[in-house]
C-alpha cells in the first residue's frame, strides 16, 4: 500500500506565497513521474506541473515564472514553492507519484495524495 501525505496549504494575500509539500511512504521500490494538479469549485481537475526521476520539469502556461517544483528522490517527497499567488491559483492541490510497489501484487500504479486547499484572497 501506498500513501502520499501533503501539507502546507493555507491561505495568503494575493502576492504572496506557499510552499507545498507531498511525501510518498509504503511498500515502494521505485517513484516515477511525481506532480501537482489542481481543481478549482465548478472545474475539472488540471495539471500545474510535473517532474521526471532525472529531474526534467513541465508547467501549465499560467503558471510558468511562478512556481517551481523540485523532488527529493532520497527522501520521496516532491515541492511546489508558489510565489506570486494569484486570485486565479485558489484550488484544491493535489500530489500525485506513478510508483512500483514492493509487496505482491508487484506493480506500476497512479497514487493520489488526499489533497490542500490553497486560498488566494484579498
Known amino acids: 500500500q501506498v500513501q502520499l501525505v501533503e501539507s502546507g496549504g493555507g491561505e495568503v494575500q494575493p502576492g504572496g506565497s506557499l510552499r507545498l509539500s507531498c511525501a510518498a511512504a509504503?511498500?515502494?521500490?521505485?517513484?516515477?513521474?511525481m506532480g501537482w494538479y489542481r481543481q478549482a469549485p465548478g472545474k475539472g481537475r488540471e495539471l500545474v506541473a510535473t517532474?521526471?526521476?532525472?529531474?526534467?520539469?513541465n508547467y501549465a502556461d499560467s503558471v510558468k515564472g511562478r512556481f517551481t517544483i523540485s523532488r527529493d528522490n532520497a527522501r520521496n517527497t516532491v515541492s511546489l514553492q508558489m510565489n506570486s499567488l494569484e486570485s486565479e491559483d485558489t484550488a484544491v492541490y493535489y500530489c500525485?507519484?506513478?510508483?512500483?510497489?514492493?509487496?505482491?501484487?508487484?506493480?506500476?500504479?497512479?497514487?493520489w495524495g488526499q489533497g490542500t486547499q490553497v486560498t488566494v484572497s484579498s
Open positions: 509504503g511498500s515502494i521500490a521505485s517513484i516515477n513521474d
Open positions: 517532474i521526471s526521476r532525472g529531474g526534467s520539469t
Open positions: 500525485n507519484a506513478v510508483v512500483l510497489t514492493t509487496k505482491a501484487p508487484v506493480h506500476w500504479g497512479g497514487y
